[in-house]
């Protein structure tokens, strides 16, 4: 790869992230919502707040955060501050910083979706590229299909099919949070470990569940076609093992376009960790999404998203370069 | 001198849904070592699953229903799986069109040479296989750098020769050559049929090389077989093929070629061939026969030898014989 | 040639029925598929004849009741009938996919086609907002969107227009290789040889041959919208006060309702939504069989 690719793809990157700052920025504007009156609304609403007060206060906050000032204006100090990693404070938990709200719940989310996503990927890919691979055991090929059929089942619905199925009938796993009421949180505990291990279960197995089956699905697809390919087929009349072809012709040409399906899945990938860690109640980034939507801590939302976004369009770029690793032909393009 | 290759009533069919398809309908051959055999016929006659057949690779819905393919006194139709995946590469090996998509995008040349020796000499040393691939990459006027390279660096001449250099890595006594020159073009074409033509007198190998560029095939084959809806019409030394061809289908596809006398003139082979699941009955050619005969309808000919050893499948001769 | 003259009076044409019934027989996936949506619809029309449409609103009826008789689904903590909640929550729920899907596709196809045909720097506009905007998790901006509508203005139509306003890059891209693809064809330049114009080549001999693609580009749609506006309402960013499937989900999980012992709460909407979801999904993956035969053989 040259310097010009990556100069090319650095520089699309930056545009992602100006046009995802500059949506995050607009949309808000357009619906003509002041976040701090909404704020003080909400406040009023469940009492406390004298409305003859409320005027001065929210003009005071507008100065604050600078809502008061052009829109134009506004927009260059958003992208200025984007620029400086500053994502503004919250109104909820104030005076704690986005930032500071996204670094303490990023490590949840990143492990939970990580190997959940590590594993689903491996796992969909063998299982499709098996179930197209006609010398296979007839029921080694069979495991695939109640994936495939899981295939139209989101995470989340999976997530409370298991809460019934597993944690409220068998009993087996915990109904939620990141760890058990009472506990304190010392990392340097096995019990601890565990404890906080077993929460993840059920949330990881909905991710898996809720994810396999689309991988099986196309690397089947993807299995047939490349089967078809006149450079398996000669690798027979080589006379090379089952096993060697399997691996070494089929599963690794075929997996070449699933890696760059693997790029374009991981905006699925966080919206479902978002969704899921709502639903068992998780500490995570996606928590911190869903409480802040409960309670119109709008900079917080727009913090989060734009950080996801940030996040997932540098990972799709990082993917698209390690690409060229597998693939040789389009190492010296 | 005993033949190095012997095919005796070889019978595949494919089980489709609309019926059973006889792609190959007892045909029998033989090499001897080191002559060139050149397999001729349009599209659907049977070549290739000639060639599937020979190196067992018939896969369902086809099946291989009777017969026998004797390479160097060994039948192949009666090895177990295990020993066909050894049969292949070191007793018959298969040189496909390699200019199109026969090499492996992901894999360095030199991998897929070494795979294959491995696959039937897992001992072998590791300089020992390198130094084996490069022999043969030499012989086929290859580079040595060309065992680090990738196939998207290659040419479509030099894939072809890659492809022809694999299939000559264990010394085979009989090779198949499915199409090796189509996409290439004519100047490339020759050069690849030089190569394999030298290589094939380096080590030995009865070749059969499988095409329908008669023109090209002419100047490199020792005999010539017909096919027509999975039979041998005709089996002829070259020069009878080309001078004196005895079957009508063999004189009509001769008559199709372009040459100096008949410039300009194209002449087809009136009609279609037939599909292999309604064939008809008698001699499957009589519908489009301009020698065609009452009981050319009805009764299927049988081999007649002429003289010099040709055989030809028609009532025309086998009334002389 | 003499055999071409067939007499075609000689052979029973099956009727279009029997044709579809035979090619559903084989096609198990779009079989079932469309099984599970023709049920789904059977129940909801039933269930919208027979029901008193208020009950699925807040304080109509007893609360928290288990599934019973009186309540085949149950009721919950606010005093919904769980069954009439479903009913109308599929409602719903079709209709924000059916709306979205439509939209989104009719949106793609216009963009698409635009695009591939006319190309230039109309298609270098077009080709790059949907490059830009791939990596950016469509969802994301929705929940941005939708968190920007005051809470009482979300209807569900304005749930089907915040799901389409990010939803049509797929059926744009995929309809403008596919224009790519046929503009290139031969039956395309016998055409323009012809002299016929543009709007007759798009309409009279591209159209037609895109009319698959489009079905299933509209399927994906439709599954992606009432995907996306599922997650939108578990995330509490739906019509709140409507019975869509989501919203009664976020209400459920709001409550505990497991924790609460009240397990049968969130059950209804999950299956209604397996079902839903899954059939989509078998028909994509029938549509799939059709536009890919290789798939087929190893069935």
Known sequence: MTIQVIVRRLLFLITVVWSASTITFFIPRISAKNPVRERFAALSRSGGFAPADMEKIIAAYNTKFGLDKPVLEQYVDYIASIARFDLGVSFNLYPKTVIELITESLPWTFTLLLVTTILSFILGNLLGAVAAWPRAPQWLRAIATPFILLQGVPPAIMAILLLFFIAFRLKLAPLGSAYSTGVIPDWSSPAFIWDVVHHQLLPALALLLGSIGGWVLSMRGMGITIQGEDYVNFAEHKGLSGPVIFKDYYLRNALLPQVTGLALALGTVVTNGVIIENIFGLPGLGRVLGAAIGSNDFLVIYGVVLFITIAVATLMVFVEFLYPLLDPRVRNE | ?321 | MTTTTLDRTAFLQPSPMTLMGRYLRRNKSLAVGLLILLLLVLFTANGLATVDAENAYPLSVKTKQVPSVEFPLGTDYYGRDLYVAMVVGLWQTALIGVLAGALGTLVGVVLGFISAYFGGWLDAVIKGICQILTPIPAFLIQVIIAGSLDKRDVTIYTMAFVVVLLAWMGPTLVIRSQVLTMKERQFVAVAKLSGMGDLGIIFREIFPNLLPFIAAAFVGQVFFAVFQSFYLAVLGLGPLREPLLGNTIWNANGASAFFNNWWWWPMAPAFALVLILGSLALINMGMDEIANPRIRRTE
Do not use: W
């Open chain 2, 1 to 321: 001198m005993t033949p190095v290759l012997e095919i005796k009533n070889l019978q595949v069919t494919y089980y489709t849904d609309a019926g059973r398809a006889r792609a190959l309908d007892g045909v029998s051959l033989s090499l001897l070592p080191g002559e060139k055999l050149g397999l001729v016929g349009e599209s659907g006659s049977g070549k290739s699953t000639m060639a599937l057949a020979m190196m067992r690779m018939i896969k369902p819905p086809g099946r291989i229903e009777g017969g026998s393919v004797i390479v160097d006194g060994t039948d192949l139709t009666q090895l177990t799986d295990e020993q066909m995946l050894k049969a292949r590469l070191s007793k018959i090996a298969y040189i496909p069109q390699g200019a199109m998509n026969s090499l492996n995008p992901v894999l360095r040349i030199g991998a897929q040479m070494t795979d294959a020796i491995r696959a039937h000499d897992p001992k072998a040393s590791k300089a020992q296989v390198e130094e084996r691939c490069l022999a043969s990459l030499e012989s086929v006027d290859l580079k040595r750098d060309v065992f680090k390279m990738y196939a998207h660096e290659l040419s479509g001449g030099m894939k072809q020769r890659v492809c022809i250099a694999i299939g000559i890595l264990l010394q085979p006594k009989v090779i198949i050559a499915d199409e090796p020159t189509s996409a290439l073009d004519v100047v490339t074409q020759r050069q690849v049929m030089e190569t394999i033509d030298r290589v094939q007198k380096q080590i030995g190998a009865a070749v059969i090389l499988i095409g329908h560029d008669m023109g090209l095939m002419a100047q490199f084959v020792d005999k010539v077989a017909v096919m027509y809806t999975g039979r041998i019409m005709e089996l002829s030394t070259v020069r009878e093929m080309f001078t004196d061809p005895k079957h009508p289908y063999a004189q009509a596809l001769i008559k199709s070629l372009p040459n100096l006398e008949n410039k300009g003139v194209f002449q087809g082979i009136p009609g279609l061939a037939p599909a292999l699941l309604r064939l008809p009955g008698g001699c499957s050619f009589h519908p489009r026969c301009i020698q065609v005969m009452d009981h050319c309808k009805t009764q299927r000919p049988r081999d007649s030898t002429l003289a010099g050893g040709r055989t030809v499948e028609c009532h025309l001769y086998s009334e002389k014989a």
